[in-house]
């Protein structure tokens, strides 16, 4: 369709005006979709149109054939259905005439039998008659008589029957005759059959050629027309082919020039490429005779590694198989191990019930030790008693004479007047039963830090065992609200719970008490331990991270933050590492004492206070006196023996001197001395000058 | 043409060649290179051994049977060579080729018209050998077991029975003195039990395929032989075939022509045929029934799904036509009703007429030669003018006389379904006769012209 469009005046889509080519493109959408939907529907469609095309003339045609064929058959059966309808009207003609002679002869034998009946009953009638007669002759008339009755009814009947087969002769005639007329129907239906077949057979020929003629017209005219548009289409494409081979020359030639142009380049280029690519190909080339070589060299190496290895793997083989029977030893001896091991765990339960065994004897000796220990600790108690009271007479008296030497020193060697000291011990007697200072409880502690913050001045002063600690009780304050506020998972909740309804420093104690509980912080002093140990923790925190921060310590704010001592963060670890460091010897030791001295225990802690005292009754001081005492007399005998010791030496010195002068006065009075030079006696001038 | 029988003949020799070829000159084939006239003709001068194996399989295909497992052409082959007499117990199931029973057939029955048996030459062939087995059944003579050792063989491919002769028992003793005995034995017919038919209940359960059975008890051609009980269908045959019939449940149409069926042989077979599932057509014409057996068939058509029931020449009158009516108002399925060669009089005509007032189902009324006279016919111009399902009406041979024929005038006159209406041989004028068809073409015409709109 499209391609008829440039033919007629149809809007060509290279036209110049655009309205123009709007309308070629709407034509031509339309154009595929009707052959889109022509293409779908197919053969019908074609049919469709065609008959729709076409009524005019071999339809029609059809139509009136139909029409003239169905008459004619319907008059052809009907000329055979007549036969058929003559043959059944003569049937029921037949079968009327056959009722009507049947009904004729029915009444005919009905009447024949009441004749017969009649005349048979005359003649049994005239029976008795016949009997009665006793006279031959009227006897024999009789029976005559009765014989020609008979003969008269048999004759009716023989009458009767040469009727009946004459009938039945004649319709056996009738019925030959009925067969014939049948066979002579069957024939002509069959003759008209055949006639109607034939002139059907004809008719219908005719009609056929009659359709075929009004077909072949039919597409006869459809031929010439399509042949003249063929014609025209034809015409106008070769002529357009024509102009496209004229174009299609031009731009042959074109190209042509074109092609052979990019020929020649191509082919310089060409070569160019060849060139380098020889070149590269020889490099190539090299290089594969290089790695050719080290190939070679390579499968040497290779060979001989191959060979090393499966030397390797023999070794290995070898050694496995070995392993393997070792390991079979081994499993030989894991074996008798494990027999070992069952007979010496059998072994082990024995000992272990006779070691259990033990135990209970051991036990129960325990026991009896225990009540021996008893006893004796009660005896030794005594004992002990007896001993102190000895000891302690003894020691007062040994009292008595340094407190009498003291007054003896005092009054004769000082010239002092003598006070004796206090000396309360001197009035006890016996061991003495220690006065348990109760050391203030970590709670009352607590309380104490808790609630006087105010007089911690005071407290200060007082309380020396904060001051030896080295810590001040704000910082102590700070701690405990500190394990309140954090270590709150350490006490129940149900209890949390009663709590909350108390006010901020009770709720606190109790929390505190609860917590000292769990920790197992019993005195003051476990608290002034905790202290420091946090003190501790925060300075190795501090100096671990903060190294490198310069703390300006002259900031009291910043005093204020050191004092918090620990990051929040940290209390429950350290507070761990608290109780790991120090709760366990402790519990440890009380376990032990607990154990040991379950008896009456007497705390020997006074003791050596008492005896010191009772020691030192003479005070340091006096001591000091006494040894200074000592030292100038020992001085002063000193300086007597010393003065002793000079006097007879002066006394010898005397008696030697008096010698000596004589001695002297015996030389000086010699004659000798005249006749020397320097004299001695000058001598001894000028020396003593 | 002697040359493919010397082929023909040749093959078997082929198996064991040297001696017979030594001297090839002899032969007058051998001298030529190509012989055109025979079609099996091949250059080769010893047959290919393939062709061998094939005419070796046809040979001996009665001990060997090898057809399946061949290739198409090979069957092709085999079966074009395979003789027409093998046992049909070897080649009944396994041979489905057309042109070797169509082969058999023509070896047997000589040319025949296919189109009767759907184009199935098998078929064909195994209906025909089965009626041919049951026609020439002689009851106490021949063995049931013939009978019965074909079924197996033709029961796929029966479907259609038509018995055209049914023999009786052969009695001997009567032959023996025929000039004085027989007459009285035709007469009396005095050993009852021994002239039963063959005995359909061995049969008909059989066949599981069969659709139309008919039948006709009597001897076909008997000639001058003619004997009253050659054409005696007796109470127990008609018992037999009444059950064999209810056990035969594909059966869609059955036919028993001129068999002298009466009203108690009607009766039992109806009986039997109550409820049948799948019986369409019934044909009981030429036979004797009355009115109490028109009356059983009038039942039969309230309690089956009969389309056609065909029961002319037969002796039904009034009463009967008026059972068959009351059946009809009832709107049974029945389409076709041929009532022809009866005797229902007025009577019946009046109560059919009136039953199809309230009927829509019937087609087609065949009342033709039944004693039907102008009361009939202005019952039934009447129902034409109410009834609009009716197709045909047979009216011919009936006295309806000029009256008659002007209340059928009228009666068309207001009907636009009737297509046929045939009134020849009634008496009626000519005029109404040329109106009422001129009717009839308008409604011809018409029901064209529907039939091509629905196309």
């Known amino acids: 369709?499209?391609?008829?469009?440039?033919?007629?005046?149809?809007?060509?889509?290279?036209?110049?005006?655009?309205?123009?080519?709007?309308?070629?493109?709407?034509?031509?959408?339309?154009?595929?979709?009707?052959?889109?939907?022509?293409?779908?529907?197919?053969?019908?469609?074609?049919?469709?149109?065609?008959?729709?095309?076409?009524?005019?003339?071999?339809?029609?045609?059809?139509?009136?054939?139909?029409?003239?064929?169905?008459?004619?058959?319907?008059?052809?059966?009907?000329?055979?259905?007549?036969?058929?309808?003559?043959?059944?009207?003569?049937?029921?003609?037949?079968?009327?005439?056959?009722?009507?002679?049947?009904?004729?002869?029915?009444?005919?034998?009905?009447?024949?039998?009441?004749?017969?009946?009649?005349?048979?009953?005359?003649?049994?009638?005239?029976?008795?008659?016949?009997?009665?007669?006793?006279?031959?002759?009227?006897?024999?008339?009789?029976?005559?008589?009765?014989?020609?009755?008979?003969?008269?009814?048999?004759?009716?009947?023989?009458?009767?029957?040469?009727?009946?087969?004459?009938?039945?002769?004649?319709?056996?005639?009738?019925?030959?005759?009925?067969?014939?007329?049948?066979?002579?129907?069957?024939?002509?239906?069959?003759?008209?059959?055949?006639?109607?077949?034939?002139?059907?057979?004809?008719?219908?020929?005719?009609?056929?050629?009659?359709?075929?003629?009004?077909?072949?017209?039919?597409?006869?005219?459809?031929?010439?027309?399509?042949?003249?548009?063929?014609?025209?289409?034809?015409?106008?494409?070769?002529?357009?082919?024509?102009?496209?081979?004229?174009?299609?020359?031009?731009?042959?030639?074109?190209?042509?020039?074109?092609?052979?142009?990019?020929?020649?380049?191509?082919?310089?280029?060409?070569?160019?490429?060849?060139?380098?690519?020889?070149?590269?190909?020889?490099?190539?080339?090299?290089?594969?005779?290089?790695?050719?070589?080290?190939?070679?060299?390579?499968?040497?190496?290779?060979?001989?590694?191959?060979?090393?290895?499966?030397?390797?793997?023999?070794?290995?083989?070898?050694?496995?198989?070995?392993?393997?029977?070792?390991?079979?030893?081994?499993?030989?001896?894991?074996?008798?191990?494990?027999?070992?091991?069952?007979?010496?765990?059998?072994?082990?339960?024995?000992?272990?019930?006779?070691?259990?065994?033990?135990?209970?004897?051991?036990?129960?000796?325990?026991?009896?030790?225990?009540?021996?220990?008893?006893?004796?600790?009660?005896?030794?108690?005594?004992?002990?008693?007896?001993?102190?009271?000895?000891?302690?007479?003894?020691?007062?008296?040994?009292?008595?004479?340094?407190?009498?030497?003291?007054?003896?020193?005092?009054?004769?060697?000082?010239?002092?007047?003598?006070?004796?000291?206090?000396?309360?011990?001197?009035?006890?007697?016996?061991?003495?039963?220690?006065?348990?200072?109760?050391?203030?409880?970590?709670?009352?502690?607590?309380?104490?830090?808790?609630?006087?913050?105010?007089?911690?001045?005071?407290?200060?002063?007082?309380s020396s065992t904060a001051e030896v600690a080295g810590l001040d009780r704000r910082t102590v304050k700070k701690l405990l609200e500190l394990l309140c506020d954090e270590t709150g998972f350490l006490i129940e909740s149900k209890l949390l719970k009663l709590l909350s309804p108390l006010e901020k420093d009770p709720q606190s104690f109790i929390k505190l008490h609860l917590i000292f509980s769990a920790l197992g912080i019993e005195n003051e002093e476990d608290v002034y331990k905790m202290a420091e140990f946090f003190e501790k923790y925060k300075q190795q925190q501090k100096d671990q991270p903060e190294e490198g921060i310069s703390v300006s310590n002259e900031n009291e704010l910043v005093r204020e933050m050191d004092s918090e001592l620990v990051h929040p963060n940290h209390v429950v670890k350290a507070l761990h590492a608290f109780t790991a460091q120090y709760c366990r010897p402790r519990d440890l030791q009380s376990q032990k004492q607990s154990s040991v001295l379950s008896l009456e225990e007497r705390d020997d802690s006074e003791d050596a206070a008492y005896w010191e005292s009772m020691a030192n009754v003479i005070p340091e001081s006096k001591l000091k006196v006494w040894n200074a005492l000592e030292d100038a007399l020992s001085k002063y005998h000193t300086v007597l023996t010393e003065r002793s010791k000079i006097l007879t030496d002066t006394h010898h010195l005397k008696q030697q001197n008096a010698e000596l002068t004589a001695l002297l006065h015996q030389y000086l009075s010699q004659k000798g001395n005249t006749e020397l030079k320097i004299p001695p006696t000058l001598v001894m001038q000028l020396t003593s000058e | 043409m002697p040359v493919i029988s010397m082929s023909m003949g040749k093959a078997p020799a082929g198996i064991n060649p040297p001696v017979k070829m030594l001297n090839p000159a002899a032969d007058p084939r051998k001298m030529r290179r190509i012989i055109a006239e025979d079609p099996e003709w091949s250059l080769a001068v010893v047959p290919s051994l393939k062709n061998l194996c094939l005419q070796h399989i046809v040979n001996h295909f009665e001990e060997k049977p090898i057809l399946n497992e061949l290739l198409p052409s090979q069957k092709a082959f085999v079966l074009e060579k395979l003789p027409t007499f093998l046992p049909l117990s070897l080649t009944a199931n396994l041979i489905s080729d057309e042109g070797y029973w169509r082969r058999c057939c023509e070896d047997r029955w000589g040319q025949r018209d296919v189109s009767e048996y759907d184009l199935s030459w098998k078929r064909m062939f195994f209906e025909r050998h089965l009626e041919n087995i049951i026609e020439l059944f002689i009851p106490d003579q021949t063995e049931p077991k013939s009978v019965l050792d074909v079924v197996p063989l033709c029961q796929n491919y029966v479907r259609r029975l038509k018995i055209t002769q049914l023999l009786p028992p052969i009695r001997k003793p009567p032959k023996f003195n025929e000039d004085d005995a027989s007459e009285s034995a035709s007469d009396l017919g005095d050993d009852g039990p021994s002239i039963d038919h063959f005995d359909f209940r061995i049969l008909l359960n059989k066949l599981t395929n069969l659709e139309e059975l008919q039948l006709v008890y009597g001897v076909r051609g008997c000639g001058m032989n003619f004997e009253w009980n050659l054409f005696e269908f007796t109470f127990s045959d008609c018992q037999f075939l009444a059950k064999a019939l209810q056990s035969c449940t594909t059966l869609k149409i059955l036919k028993i022509n001129q068999s002298n069926v009466d009203d108690d042989k009607c009766r039992t077979l109806v009986s039997n045929l109550l409820d049948h599932p799948s019986l369409l057509e019934l044909d009981l014409s030429h036979n004797i029934i009355g009115d109490r057996g028109a009356r059983a068939l009038g039942k039969l058509l309230n309690r089956s799904h009969l389309k056609q029931l065909d029961i002319y020449d037969n002796k039904i009158k009034g009463p009967g036509a008026q059972a068959l009516a009351h059946a009809l108002s009832k709107n049974t399925p029945l389409e076709s009703l041929n009532l022809r060669l009866n005797q229902i009089g007025d009577e019946g005509g009046q109560a059919l007429a009136q039953a199809l007032l309230k009927n829509c189902i019937l087609l087609n009324l065949h009342l033709g030669a039944n004693e039907l006279t102008e009361p009939t016919a202005t019952a039934l111009s009447h129902m034409l003018v109410h009834n609009s399902t009716l197709k045909r009406l047979n009216l011919s041979c009936n006295r309806l006389g000029e009256d008659g024929g002007k209340a059928m005038e009228e009666g068309m006159s207001h009907n636009s379904s009737l297509l046929e209406c045939d009134i020849r041989l009634t008496g009626v004028r000519l005029e109404s006769e040329y109106s009422i068809k001129k009717h009839l073409h308008t409604n011809q015409a018409k029901g064209r012209q529907d039939t091509a709109a629905s196309r």
């Open chain 1, 1 to 462: 369709m499209s391609r008829a469009g440039p033919g007629e005046l149809s809007p060509a889509v290279e036209s110049d005006s655009p309205e123009e080519r709007i309308a070629a493109r709407r034509l031509r959408i339309a154009a595929r979709t009707e052959a889109r939907t022509r293409l779908e529907l197919g053969e019908e469609a074609q049919e469709q149109e065609e008959n729709t095309e076409e009524p005019r003339t071999s339809q029609k045609q059809v139509d009136q054939s139909e029409k003239r064929m169905l008459k004619l058959q319907t008059d052809g059966t009907e000329l055979v259905t007549n036969i058929l309808v003559a043959a059944d009207a003569r049937e029921t003609k037949r079968r009327a005439q056959l009722a009507e002679a049947r009904r004729l002869r029915n009444e005919k034998l009905e009447n024949e039998a009441k004749s017969s009946l009649e005349k048979f009953e005359e003649v049994t009638q005239n029976w008795p008659v016949a009997k009665a007669k006793e006279i031959p002759q009227d006897l024999r008339d009789a029976l005559k008589s009765q014989q020609q009755l008979c003969m008269l009814i048999t004759e009716d009947k023989n009458k009767l029957i040469n009727e009946l087969q004459h009938e039945l002769k004649s319709s056996d005639d009738r019925y030959v005759k009925e067969l014939k007329k049948q066979a002579e129907d069957v024939d002509l239906m069959r003759e008209k059959m055949q006639e109607q077949m034939t002139s059907l057979m004809k008719l219908y020929r005719q009609e056929l050629d009659l359709i075929e003629n009004s077909f072949d017209d039919e597409r006869k005219t459809l031929l010439t027309s399509n042949l003249k548009k063929w014609e025209q289409q034809r015409k106008e494409r070769s002529d357009r082919e024509l102009e496209h081979l004229l174009q299609r020359i031009k731009q042959k030639e074109e190209n042509e020039v074109l092609l052979h142009r990019l020929r020649v380049a191509n082919i310089k280029e060409y070569n160019m490429m060849k060139l380098n690519l020889e070149t590269q190909s020889e490099i190539l080339q090299q290089n594969i005779q290089k790695t050719k070589a080290t190939n070679q060299l390579n499968q040497e190496k290779l060979e001989y590694s191959r060979h090393v290895i499966t030397h390797r793997k023999m070794e290995t083989i070898h050694i496995e198989s070995l392993q393997r029977k070792r390991i079979l030893r081994l499993q030989d001896s894991l074996k008798n191990l494990k027999v070992k091991c069952a007979s010496q765990e059998k072994q082990a339960q024995e000992e272990n019930q006779s070691l259990t065994d033990g135990y209970k004897r051991s036990m129960l000796e325990y026991k009896d030790m225990q009540k021996h220990l008893r006893h004796f600790a009660a005896v030794d108690a005594e004992r002990f008693e007896e001993i102190w009271l000895m000891n302690e007479n003894e020691a007062k008296a040994l009292v008595h004479k340094v407190l009498e030497t003291d007054r003896v020193i005092y009054e004769q060697f000082l010239g002092l007047a003598w006070a004796p000291p206090h000396m309360p011990f001197m009035e006890n007697s016996g061991p003495i039963q220690p006065q348990h200072q109760a050391q203030r409880t970590a709670q009352q502690f607590a309380m104490q830090a808790l609630g006087e913050v105010e007089e911690k001045r005071e407290m200060e002063g007082e």
